[in-house]
């Protein structure tokens, strides 16, 4: 008799990405290129029934995200079944559209906590790179979470344009009471690859900025959760995608894809199963699209025989392909790649290293844009 493998163990997160329509035109979005229309947007119903689907499987936190998920008119809706589903529900926002009667109403139908985007401290630039006035709508959204005692994080993706602020965010997170401060050095997928050209910082900046991060923690003693996420190119380190591959998390897009990370659309032949035709369950245990990078089987050297194979998993599969046309190979942010030369040479400002990646990849189209 066959032996039959146990399912995967059961996930605890969901992404819960309701749109990808946005006020803001931030050009870091790391949202796909071909962004999801309204029309085809997963409905009330649908999305009540992915909520009770995930809390059977498990999960028992969801990131209400987007695109900005306030333009959805039914999320509280969403919330409620969230709720329900006894999932925690975090609402990831640009603040705009946030008044106090739609937060009461969110809060009533159990959000449990809010996390604020912000893209500078100063208010010009906040708004320059968000791409219209918004920032004047954060602080007003801070404040009226804070007055419904709900937990607040405020987020920030770092690039060159910002990442000489960090002392200047973490007092603006300070002087607005959050609990949890979040550096998050901008990752290049989506909107972000296609304008990494002006987003990668120095590698000075990068230093100065870690440097403020070490004084603040210091300083931080009873003052907000103070968090680095680390940028992907500069230190040779590969860091484990989403916990690893169809691990610990999933991601339901907008119309109803589910990916085992966000960025996981972007790998030719995937096929990612939809909620629309498959239910969530037959998703994680079942589908090739989550099976094809799990575990470490599927790995060739310098992985399959690294000691961190268990620990990185081989680092990210979108961010392989992106560099090297590969989804399989190491991630080249990975020192021991033999591909790192790629992003050493984007790290180092090198001025033909987008030309030499976009040689390795066919159909990949580079420069700088803005997301619209």
């Not at 000489?164 to 979040?182: C, F, K, M, P, T």
């Not at 790998?267 to 369950?281: A, F, Q, S, T």
């Not at 020192?335 to 066919?362: E, F, K, M, N």
């Amino acid at each position: 008799m066959t032996p039959v493998d146990p399912p995967p163990a059961r996930p605890w997160a969901l992404l819960a990405e309701l749109t990808h329509a946005c006020p803001l035109h931030c050009g870091y979005c790391s949202n796909p290129l071909e962004l999801t229309r309204r029309s085809r947007e997963l409905a009330t119903g649908q999305w009540t029934d992915v909520m009770r689907q995930a809390g059977e499987l498990g999960v028992v936190q969801t990131h209400l995200s987007g695109g900005e998920p306030l333009l959805r008119r039914d999320l509280d809706q969403i919330v409620t079944a969230a709720e329900t589903a006894g999932l925690y529900t975090q609402l990831v926002t640009s603040g705009v559209g946030l008044d106090r009667a739609r937060l009461a109403a969110l809060a009533d139908a159990g959000l449990k906590s809010v996390q604020l985007s912000v893209q500078h401290a100063d208010p010009r630039a906040s708004d320059r790179i968000g791409g219209r006035r918004s920032f004047a709508e954060k602080e007003r959204a801070a404040e009226l979470v804070r007055a419904a005692g709900l937990p607040l994080g405020l987020n920030v993706v770092l690039h060159r344009e910002n990442l000489d602020a960090v002392d200047a965010l973490v007092e603006l997170g300070v002087s607005w009471g959050v609990d949890r401060i979040e550096l998050a050095n901008v990752q290049f997928y989506g909107w972000g690859l296609l304008n990494r050209a002006a987003l990668l910082p120095t590698r000075d900046q990068l230093a100065g900025a870690r440097d403020a991060v070490a004084r603040w923690r210091e300083r931080l003693t009873t003052g907000p959760e103070l968090v680095w996420v680390v940028p992907d190119y500069f230190d040779g380190v590969a860091k484990p995608c989403m916990g690893g591959w169809g691990a610990v998390s999933l991601t339901v897009t907008p119309d109803g894809t589910v990916l085992p990370c966000p960025a996981a659309a972007s790998l030719p032949g995937l096929d990612p199963p939809n909620v629309r035709d498959h239910p969530l369950e037959w998703i994680w245990d079942h589908s090739k699209a989550f099976d094809r990078y799990r575990g470490t089987d599927w790995m060739a050297d310098p992985c399959r025989s690294c000691a961190r194979r268990d620990e990185d998993f081989g680092g990210c599969r979108c961010q392989a392909y992106a560099l090297t046309g590969d989804a399989a190979r190491t991630d080249p942010a990975c020192r021991l790649s033999p591909d790192h030369g790629l992003v050493r040479a984007l790290a180092d400002g090198s001025a033909d290293a987008t030309a030499r990646i976009r040689r390795r990849v066919p159909g990949r189209s580079g420069g700088t844009g803005a997301r619209v």
